[in-house]
């Protein structure tokens, strides 16, 4: 059944204002759809502290991923002001999670909901300088972000005094030029400042020592983009959205061999079923479900059972997953998975910063492993040592979550399809080391 | 004897007027790179030089940047850079059938410019265009639901 989807002010907070013809939402649309009213709102009405308390009781959640209180982060900034100096808002629009396409439809439809999430958000937090940080692929991004910045500015949005207020900020574009890890939070502020995108050591936090120094707050678009709908209409309202203890709606979709691929604007607690089989329509004809990642690259498989669970940060964190981007991508049964290991961690490989050892030098022996299972040339050990380098990759063995994001995926598909691992073992290789107490050479050239 | 290298009066313009929006001019390398490569194709070792004297910092420290981002090119390019997307979404719609066809077609593997510059065959991360898979991005232009047929079709409009 094709479900279509009505989208209201009401119930679709993030995109109520599209086009069906999916152009740009420029100023003057924007505006007599009710755009700018949260912050002219929050600049005459409110005060930046109750702004902060506002999106913490909406229990808005980053969208980024990793799913941390918004409110909570906004917080974290110090209260203390010292207006010669800046503090500085960065909009996270480096989206380049592999099977990710979220952040580019609001870019690109609505970027004046996200200026205006931009602007709220800067006014909680009295930052007065922000960055949109776009990745430099996002060709029509940038030009409709350029143009929407100036049409804000015109507007008198973006500026000193902004509306007689009293509040001043300057927003500009930066783009990247391409590599995955600045996406990530300090690593993305150490390429704003021009330097190579390796993240950087917490404690000092970025809210207290981020941007040249300065208290610095990192939000993903999707987050921003919810800010005015909840200082709008409130908290209770954004939380009446949602179907399980997450709250709002979220972009969410599947991609795959599925009928009809995409993203919709879903309560937090539908199933993955239902967008699989009422949005994106079910498996292609003759295919059926292997396996699926709720969102992105690295996050941990899951299989055709999991399916009936509800899409929110806890539930899919229980079943050993992560929500993550919410972008689900369905793997159908012609697909081998230590192919398709292989082919995601090649791209964690490649894209590891290169700063700490256990991933630089952790992901091209994984990927190097599974190059010689999928070639059927795998030695009987080969699986074992995998797993200890799941460990040696794990949540605090390593810099920053770029290698434990991409052993999630690996770890998962062991777990659920080991056989498939023991199958690219060849029965006339051997492990010279049967007990893998330390290092192993490698007997293959790495080429990407 | 070599003449001098020279940036032009508008790619210094363009990098000086970067300058006002950040507090340290370090942070104009990464678009003064990129300002410089869209005008000449590449980054040669002179025009690194030559920026990092703009930016008051050393060149190695520039260098040091260009060769950590995967959109600044150190050596020359062909005219046209053909982007194809190999992460995952597009691996399961089939890019390498389009990458096979592509290397081929132009007689190079990836990495490479084919013979007459016209072209360079390069990887790139997720473009964020999963629903429309396979994808590739040739210089600015993203291009949808490929075939290994569309795919050749395409090359035709860019000379």
């Not at chain 1, 229990?59 to 974290?76: C, E, I, Q, V």
């Not at chain 1, 709220?120 to 143009?147: C, D, N, P």
């Not at chain 1, 500009?172 to 950087?200: M, V």
Request: aromatic share 10%.
């Amino acid at each position: 059944m094709n479900k279509k989807i009505v989208r209201m002010e009401e119930t679709h907070p993030l995109t109520w204002r599209m086009r069906d013809d999916k152009k740009t939402v420029w100023i003057e649309e924007y505006s007599n759809k009710n755009g700018y009213s949260a912050f002219k709102k929050a600049l005459h009405q409110i005060t930046p502290k109750d702004a902060i308390n506002l999106v913490k009781e909406s229990g808005l959640k980053g969208r980024g991923g990793a799913g941390f209180s918004t409110g909570l982060k906004w917080s974290l900034m110090p209260e203390k002001i010292n207006n010669k100096e800046h503090r500085y808002l960065l909009c996270n629009a480096d989206e380049m999670e592999p099977g990710t396409y979220k952040d580019r439809l609001l870019i690109e439809q609505l970027p004046h909901q996200l200026i205006e999430g931009i602007l709220l958000s800067a006014f909680a937090i009295q930052a007065t300088r922000g960055y949109i940080f776009l990745r430099g692929e996002y060709i029509k991004g940038e030009y409709v972000l350029k143009k929407s910045i100036q049409e804000a500015i015109n507007s008198g949005y973006i500026g000193l005094n902004i509306l007689n207020s009293g509040f001043n900020f300057d927003l500009f574009l930066h783009t990247g030029a391409g590599r995955y890890i600045c996406g990530e939070e300090t690593a993305l502020i150490n390429s704003l400042e021009g330097r190579r995108a390796n993240p950087r050591f917490k404690p000092p936090f970025p809210a207290t020592f981020g941007l040249w120094g300065k208290p610095t707050c990192v939000n993903n678009v999707e987050t921003l983009s919810n800010v005015p709908s909840i200082i709008l209409n409130g908290s209770n309202w954004y939380k009446n959205l949602s179907k399980s203890s997450d709250t709002g709606t979220k972009l969410m979709g599947f991609s795959g061999k599925v009928n009809n691929p995409g993203v919709w604007e879903l309560p937090f607690g539908i199933t993955a079923r239902e967008i699989l089989e009422d949005y994106a329509l079910g498996m292609r004809s003759g295919l059926s479900l292997k396996a699926w990642q709720p969102g992105g690259a690295g996050t941990d498989f899951l299989t055709p059972k999991h399916l009936d669970l509800s899409m929110d940060f806890t539930t899919i964190s229980k079943a050993g997953s992560r929500l993550g981007t919410a972008l689900a991508m369905a793997v159908d049964n012609e697909i081998n998975m230590v192919s398709l290991v292989y082919n995601i961690e090649k791209f964690f490989a490649r894209e590891s910063c290169g700063l700490c050892t256990p991933c630089r030098d952790g992901l091209p022996w994984v990927v190097k492993i599974l190059r010689s299972l999928k070639n059927k040339d795998g030695q009987s050990n080969d699986i074992k040592i995998l797993e200890q380098l799941c460990i040696s990759l794990s949540p605090g063995k390593t810099f920053c979550a770029h290698a434990p994001g991409a052993i999630e995926p690996l770890q998962s598909a062991i777990k659920y399809f080991r056989s498939e691992f023991e199958d690219g073992i060849s029965i006339n290789k051997t492990n010279l080391n049967k007990n893998i107490t330390g290092i192993q050479s490698n007997k293959f050239n790495l080429k990407f | 004897m070599s003449t001098k290298f020279v940036l032009s009066s508008f790619e210094i313009n363009e990098i000086e007027n970067q300058k006002k929006h950040y507090e340290s001019y370090r942070a104009i390398a990464i678009e003064a790179l990129k300002i410089v490569q869209k005008q000449r194709g590449w980054v040669s070792n002179q025009a690194i030089v030559e920026i990092s004297k703009i930016l008051n910092i050393s060149a190695s420290d520039v260098e040091s940047i260009a060769t950590f981002y995967s959109q600044i090119y150190r050596q020359p390019v062909g005219r046209n850079i053909i982007r194809y997307c190999d992460s995952v979404v597009c691996y399961l719609t089939g890019y390498q059938k389009i990458k096979k066809v592509l290397e081929k077609h132009l007689s190079i593997q990836t990495g490479h410019t084919t013979i007459d510059k016209r072209f360079t065959l390069l990887p790139i991360c997720c473009l964020g265009n999963c629903d429309h898979s396979p994808t590739i991005m040739i210089n600015e232009d993203l291009h949808s639901k490929l075939t290994p047929e569309s795919v050749l079709n395409l090359l035709e409009s860019y000379k």
